[in-house]
């Protein structure tokens, strides 16, 4: 099962985010799965985060995820990243790291925690400073 799982997330992050193949989504993603970690709230399905998606590809140019280090522990696939982009307003390039914990059934994702380092894409983007942290 974790053979699958893992082809699975390594799709995922090649096709949704590195291809910008939007379409993907409803192709791996189950239409109720609830997104952790995306925004102040869990996002419950497709749409929700299709809205998210669309709002980071209309912020960033040039996504890159490379899925650092997989595991798998029976329907759930843990995925350590390196994202990369360019800031399409400020230029600015960016690079963050961030793990993704996904719940796999029937070959679908079903939920998923995002735990991404915003914080150090912000700083980079100048969306905030380092004098707000202090």
């Known amino acids: 099962m974790s053979g699958k799982n893992d082809k699975l997330i390594h799709r995922w992050f090649s096709e949704v985010w590195n291809k910008g ?6 192709e791996m993603m189950h239409p109720k799965t609830t997104a952790h970690g995306l925004g102040a709230q869990p ?6 985060f299709k809205s998210f998606y669309q709002s980071f590809r209309d912020t960033f140019s040039n996504i890159h995820v490379v899925v650092d280090k997989t595991f798998n522990d029976g329907n759930y696939n843990i995925a350590m990243c390196t ?3 360019i800031d399409k307003k400020s ?6 790291t961030g793990t993704s914990i996904s ?7 079903v939920e998923g925690w995002n735990y991404y380092d915003f914080l150090t894409m912000n700083l980079q983007i100048g969306k905030i400073s380092a004098e707000q942290l202090t």
């Not at 719940?103 to 994702?109: A, E, L, Q, V, Y």
């Open 83 to 85: 994202v990369t982009a």
């Open 21 to 26: 193949n939007g379409d993907a989504i409803d």
């Open 43 to 48: 996002m419950i399905g497709n749409e929700a």
């Open 91 to 96: 230029g600015n390039p960016v690079q963050f």
């Open 103 to 109: 719940h796999i059934k029937k070959g679908k994702i």
